[in-house]
């Protein structure tokens, strides 16, 4: 399964279920930046590799917030599925 396959997937659960908006994180229960395989759901649901970000899924949008080190990798890894951008300070 793609990417946008698994994002299309997951807006169709979220219509059926009426959910607005889906958060991603990246941590683990410990808030861990490096977690196990089991815990990359982020990294899963929108391909993004970097060890730092939350992603939100909504209909209409998708984006990722992320820190400086990775700005540029997840606007490359994730344009033209997600297309919000926000930076952590």
Request: charged content about 25%.
């Given at each position: 399964?793609?990417?946008?396959e698994r994002i299309?997937?997951?807006?169709e659960?979220m219509?059926?279920?009426?959910i607005d908006?889906?958060?991603?994180p990246t941590?683990d229960?410990?808030?861990?930046?490096?977690?196990?395989?089991y815990f990359?759901?982020?990294k899963?649901?929108?391909g993004?590799?970097?060890?730092a970000g939350?992603?939100?899924?909504m209909?209409d949008?998708?984006?990722l917030?992320t820190?400086?080190?990775?700005?540029i990798?997840?606007?490359?890894?994730?344009f033209?599925?997600?297309?919000?951008f926000w930076?952590?300070?």
């Amino acid at each position: 399964m793609t990417v946008k396959e698994r994002i299309t997937a997951l807006r169709e659960v979220m219509a059926e279920k009426k959910i607005d908006a889906y958060l991603v994180p990246t941590d683990d229960f410990h808030a861990s930046e490096y977690v196990g395989e089991y815990f990359k759901c982020r990294k899963y649901i929108t391909g993004f590799t970097g060890s730092a970000g939350r992603a939100v899924i909504m209909q209409d949008m998708a984006g990722l917030w992320t820190d400086g080190r990775y700005f540029i990798q997840a606007a490359a890894q994730l344009f033209p599925l997600c297309t919000s951008f926000w930076k952590k300070n």
